[in-house]
């Protein structure tokens, strides 16, 4: 019985997720070089705004730090990933 809970975890575990994540990530994979670095600026605006406001004492939802900063953290996995494969590097 345990065996079967496991199997079917390591399973789940391997499904791709239903969600925004995966989405927003073939979007930004579709975009080139630049389009990422100017979208990587942009979020890095956006944190920057958010800090701004905290710091000012304005109303500030605290998630969007931590969807930002993994928005950004997506962003640059998925531009090393393609830089790795314009460089014909593989593991």
């Known amino acids: 019985m ?5 199997a079917a975890k390591v399973a789940k575990a391997d499904a791709p997720q239903k969600g ?5 990530a073939a979007k930004l994979r579709a975009k080139n070089a630049a ?3 100017e979208e990587l600026l942009k979020l ?3 944190q ?3 800090r701004l406001q905290r710091a ?7 998630d969007q730090f931590g969807k930002v ?3 950004i ?15 014909g590097v593989s593991k």
């Open 48 to 50: 920057f705004a958010l």
């Open 35 to 37: 389009e990422l670095h």
């Open 2 to 6: 345990a065996a079967k809970k496991k």
């Open 56 to 62: 000012t004492g304005q109303a500030v939802k605290p």
């Open 44 to 46: 890095r605006r956006e």
């Open 20 to 24: 925004a994540g995966n989405e927003l």
């Open 69 to 71: 900063r993994k928005g």
């Open 73 to 87: 953290a997506r962003l640059k996995t998925i531009a090393r990933e393609a830089q790795i494969k314009s460089a």
